[in-house]
């Protein structure tokens, strides 16, 4: 009767040595130049992931079957953004040893940075899909290379022409547009596109990317950098159904600003989605 | 010029004998599980409605031509569930002996049981259409059968197999949905199929159980458990702008949680609604 | 190093004199009768201004490659109606008769009328496209001739039949829509008709007033009277998007009103219209 | 069983002819400068009202054993000042003539001026006690002389020198406490002299006009223009329980804005202070 | 590495068989009238607590020096007050069982009957001590006998006259004034008298309910019901600083509702209070 | 006519070149370990400043006759720690070069160690007058040598031993307090003793640090960590009537964070006394 008060993420509940799927969080928001506050992302999806079910009627399968451990946050250092990338590229890599799939909640988007560099590692034919409003492929902002805005840059760094699909692209600088003309496999707007890069990825190693403001503003205001035009939250889900005929080694799910979401609607919209995240790449 | 306060929804200032429809406001939130609030769902409605006008360019009629009486919010215990739904059902009873039509304003959705209560004495041969982003047919919920999560399962009980018609469910347990294939007429996600369930139904006594969180969060946020998925408000305006083709006898609006409205657009689409049932289900 | 503290719209920072348009707020909302805040509208767009790109990947063009002055807000006279439109007429003819456009920012509907008495001095020939979810052609309002809800009436009296082409009207009193029927050019609900409008007006004088509620709320939430059933981003975006057919010599952006945006969602959508606006009048 | 939907103040809820002391509300804002929304003030204590109780434990007595009227709000047009302060004026001097004692609620405070001018009518040698936070004593605000800034003014210049009792003032121009040192009786700060003022008023006829904000923000935030270094809520108590030895024919409460008011405690002031005063004006 | 995501109030982190003091949360509010959220008071109250420090400049004393388990939040039927009542007497008597202290967290003021329950049957003599704005001494609410406005009165029925300590009372019927002069200890509006208390109660089993509303709104707005006029932090501290004094068998914290604490300032007064009380009572 | 958006603190609107005085803001807050968002102070400051009037009933002097430099905020990277605080000394260290004093506004308390970087090289009896709730004294936190919560540790290693008085200090770890006991001269919980300060300190330069955070969260809740048990307005304000007799060549007012600080009353206090402290150290 006298148990510890253990949260996690809606039914994550297995042991780490039993999970073949780890959810973890990285409340990191150092670079975020308009306004903080993704930090509070991974706990307010822990704390409202009870207002939706295991059960997804979408896809007929159900969380409460899964063995996925919560490993709750990572603690990191404030102020320092290649502590925060190192401790969570070691995380990762950690993970990935043990032989286990991973889901990451951000946090920012530079996140994404301290996971590709471990999955890349292990997977040098890695290939990166990208769900974003922004091209996120400034080379510096604001005289920093370290940043949210210029992350998929960084990864592009390391994996080379090609390999990065960015999908609902809609906002940047026309450099980076340029950019992607000649390096990325960019769809701009929409996802439009995105069955045929299914198939040609089908059997490779495949690190998932979701900065959640890909989606409209009208559905996922709780975000620091709201921008409209955005893709619905059937146009999302369309995409993620179609997640399980991938191997995805990685993933992560960021830019939840829960402060932004009064309503908790943008939150509700986060928690679904992870579910369904899970629930395609748990083979 | 010194006239008593009396707050009603929009131009619903007639006196109950000359009224041919009642609307009256049931502030009951008490086994909301997750985040209480719709106890504040009916007054928001009133103070709001002063914001659209009586007019529906929608279907030509007016509100000012009808004659509603707005009969206020129930007074209710705290604490005991049983007896609100008792205050609810006699309230509604009282109605129909007077051979007045309804709208209901919630609340949560168990409030739903208490009229129906009413209606389905009655209305043996009662048929309930269902609008909702979650199935409600649990049998129980926390080891309690009466419940917003249960409230659809008790009805059945009343109204018995193949008469509740479900439309734009897409949250619940499997078994629900399970419980669902054998007895009752679920359509999940939309309400694909509408048009057919109006023209079987005409003529006959019909209920109208409106959550509104069968809308998608994107235009109504301001509620408990908000569900990502849910109809666009076009969907459901030509839902209900078919329903002057059915014998309405009662209906319910619940769901509303202004708490979680910061802007109020949540409470106008309530209103709107509000309006156009009334306009709707007024011979 | 030292400079002063100077607050403009992304990128419109050219001074006056080489500038060919003008930028300028008036934050004025006197007349609103429901819900206040307009005031505020101006000066949140330029604040939040810096979370959009000046690059449009929508048009090709780029807001740094663009002469445009922002003048600040029209210091306004409070509680004296017929003031503030004087000083808002007499700021936009200055601006007319130095040869530059005007982009102005609301503020509640009625300043609309400040700067058309100014516009159609200048040009008699005026045509007028007017995007909002209201009619705005009541000839009083609570005893008043000059308020929000009167605005579009004034105007019409000032440029005569057939010359103010209305979309995206779903509310108003069943008076005003008959008026529209004998008066104006009223395309109901949405933009069907609008490419039509713009190959008529070619080569005209044109006033461009967008009333953001002419938006649904669940993409622009932030505004004193929401509306349901209004149009998607996207719609409002391909109407936009061709106004560089047309010669517009002045527009408004209105009824922003931030106090009902806790997400800033809203703001960004006003953002980026005014730089897309901008971008497709700027020759 | 079926009433109609009264809202009153809490328990005032007599009938016109058998009161002797009429609430209402006027809910105008329109020459607010910085924060608009106390228009909204009158409905929120009402509704909050039920969060109190009726009878006081500070001077034993109960609003239940009292005869007062609550007359609801007053409707006004928009954006015309003047109107709105004759009608204000219009009522006023009704309920004087019918020999009735009435608590004004705001508003912002130029509502003071119309009710000042009914009561100084009737009672030529009328003696005004001001508290707030702000001198009021500008003659122009940005060129209007009928301001929530110039209200003070304005009420001096119909009751001439000597008569208006200010306290608890600190903050005004440095002309403003100028003109207080010759033509009223202002105390800085606090409410010292308070005892004082009222022995000297016994017997005539006295308006009182409390503007909230002479609280501190600490215990009220919830107006438009808080001013740090105000009075707590036991020192304003106390001034008020002296308020039985005086012959109040008048008096307002004025300027919660509740929207600044996010926990509602402000408004719970609000209510108190009426309720208290109520009891010490009746006779 | 790999831990659970285990979340506790601020260094409560001890075993539960080593712990000598036991926090838990009971997140009920179902018999709230006016606003209900206070479920949300025990997790807000955990997560906040690591923007306090583990030790305390008032007493010298360090949590971190302390053992004490956190047993998370009781899991409580909706809708159903006696069992709720039921579950938080069981999870009381069975740490009673055990020899341990308890801080019980709220929820509403009703949940200090289900602990009272059996703390009373332990301790036959029990003393309780009450700080609170409001009587909480009414026979019936509503109709109801178990509500947060009568749970003082159910709590004398179980220890009798004499032995109920009120303290900061300022809101109540007549008649609760009344009942309290004969069969309580009440001191009205202030913790005078306290010091003497604590002096006639040492060595005698003591229950301590702190109802959070005490104090003054101007440091706790974050509450259903705010009451003005209450106590100062540092009154409270002071009396706080006097437990250890007695011999304190168990004690709850209630009414925080954290929807009504924007700035977060209301449930960090409470976690301060929270380790101060810890720091008290533990040995 | 036409003249751009300056935008300044109230009346803070001389030229850099004539002006004695310069304020300027550092929207960092990038070590913030809680709730970030200090970045928004100094906008929020600028914005709310025209609330207040420039004349102060306190000292009897007015903003509109001193010769203040508004020069806007520093533009700062994102991420990085040490750029931002040396891009803090810089400024600070130009500003001091050409003979002026300034008023820093923040952001986060660790800016506080890039002026004084710059102040003590030019002072090298620098003497520190430090406000605040918390010791800020601990070597380091997460790792992390620069901090918030370390800073005032850095700023000891600056100026050594007896030279650093700390007032109204009331959170910290057991450690912080010790050392504060061997090498500053701290005072807890409230200002005793401040005047002698003043008394030894006058003739000597000295810079000032006001963490508001060092008031009540009654009057100052709108801050990241909030810490019951602090001043009141009226002791802060006393305090700082007396810099007069002090030379102050230096000063900061930090850790505002207006997301929590709904009503703009914690804004309003910040910008009071940003007037009485410009009012004060202006010879």
Not at 22 to 46: E, K, M, N
Not at 91 to 119: C, N, P, Q, W
Request: aromatic share 8%; charged share 20%; glycine share 10%.
């Amino acid at each position: 009767m006298m148990n510890k008060n253990v949260q996690t993420f809606l039914a994550c509940d297995a042991d780490y040595d039993v999970a073949d799927t780890v959810l973890f969080g990285v409340p990191f928001d150092g670079t975020t130049s308009f306004r903080p506050g993704t930090r509070f992302g991974p706990s307010a999806i822990r704390n409202q992931s009870f207002g939706i079910e295991t059960y997804s009627p979408y896809c007929g399968k159900d969380l409460a079957d899964c063995r996925i451990f919560d490993g709750g946050d990572l603690e990191l250092p404030f102020g320092n953004t290649e502590k925060a990338l190192a401790l969570t590229k070691s995380y990762t890599a950690s993970v990935l040893a043990d032989g286990k799939r991973f889901v990451m909640l951000g946090g920012e988007h530079l996140i994404t940075l301290g996971a590709i560099r471990a999955v890349a590692e292990l997977y040098p034919e890695l290939e990166v899909i990208h769900l974003d409003a922004h091209t996120d492929l400034r080379d510096q902002y604001i005289g920093e290379s370290l940043s949210h805005a210029t992350v998929m840059r960084r990864v592009w760094e390391l994996i080379g022409d090609g390999r990065l699909h960015q999908f609902g692209i809609r906002s940047g600088e026309k450099e980076e547009f340029e950019f992607a003309g000649q390096h990325t496999d960019m769809h701009k707007f929409d996802t439009q596109g995105f069955s045929h890069t299914i198939a040609c990825l089908e059997g490779k190693p495949v690190y998932l990317s979701l900065d959640l403001d890909v989606l409209d503003p009208s559905i996922f205001c709780g975000t620091g950098t709201p921008e409209a035009g955005g893709l619905s939250f059937k146009e999302l889900l369309e995409t993620i159904l179609q997640l399980h005929r991938l191997n995805i080694v990685g993933c992560d799910i960021n830019e939840l600003s829960p402060h932004y979401d009064q309503s908790g609607s943008s939150t509700a919209v986060a928690c679904l989605l992870t579910r369904e995240i899970l629930l395609q790449i748990i083979k």
